[in-house]
């Protein structure tokens, strides 16, 4: 079970946003870059980042930051946040980092995330982002009529390297993940899935571990390691 530990950037400081909305934030005085030593130095070998900035805009606006991130600490990195075009994923895996993660971009247009696989193969992650049961899109401001298992089947075999699933009315609230639900599209996925969504507490992760489901890759863990809910030095001992 790999852990990702979570970095979400706006105007270049970590913050952490209550179910995706913007001006429910909370900032952090660590910078991102920081942030990403302080889980290298408690052994972590894999990140989750996101650019809220990028999700804005469409445009890679924190990759200075990636690029530090990536050159400073030998941490494999997966980025998400507004990537829409070909260019943008050409510039993060150019970078160094391990994945690219798309959104709104590729459930907006499934030809895009077809091209996307091909050209860049095993480094395309998807984010299903979904709001009972039903795909969300556009920072979770635009929810949609498409069952998230329907679109799954959809797009399964255009060789999408890793999902991660979250479960929206959890995400920030430290409520649980919706394992349930997350175990349903490990069931139907052709690759791996990431747990994303409401870890509050170590059970979590043991929890996510004893559900023994192969398909089932790694969890995120975000607000409730800032938080201290989760101190790092004990998230550290569920690495495996």
């Not at 660590?30 to 990403?36: C, G, K, L």
Request: aromatic share 6%.
């Amino acid at each position: 079970m790999k852990i990702f530990p979570a970095i979400d950037i706006k105007d270049k400081k970590c913050v952490r946003l209550i179910k995706g909305d913007f001006e429910n934030k909370t900032e952090y005085k660590t910078s991102p870059v920081d942030q990403a030593a302080k889980y290298k130095d408690h052994g972590f070998k894999n990140l989750h980042i996101v650019d809220l900035d990028g999700a804005l805009t469409g445009k890679t606006v924190n990759l200075d930051i990636i690029k530090e991130i990536v050159s400073k600490y030998d941490l494999k990195i997966e980025i998400g946040g507004g990537i829409r075009n070909l260019e943008s994923i050409k510039h993060y895996i150019d970078s160094g980092v391990e994945k690219v993660i798309l959104g709104s971009g590729a459930i907006k247009d499934k030809e895009f995330l077809r091209i996307a696989c091909d050209k860049f193969k095993n480094q395309i992650a998807l984010g299903l982002d979904a709001k009972d049961g039903n795909l969300s899109v556009s920072g979770w401001k635009e929810n949609l009529d498409i069952k998230t298992i329907d679109f799954l089947k959809e797009v399964n075999e255009y060789g999408v390297s890793r999902i991660i699933f979250t479960d929206i009315n959890r995400d920030g609230m430290k409520t649980n993940p919706n394992f349930d639900e997350t175990v349903k599209v490990a069931n139907i996925s052709n690759c791996p899935v990431v747990i994303s969504g409401g870890v509050s507490s170590i059970n979590d992760i043991k929890k996510a571990k004893n559900l023994n489901n192969k398909k089932i890759e790694g969890i995120i863990v975000g607000k409730a390691i800032y938080d201290g809910d989760i101190k790092l030095e004990d998230l550290a001992k569920e690495i495996n």
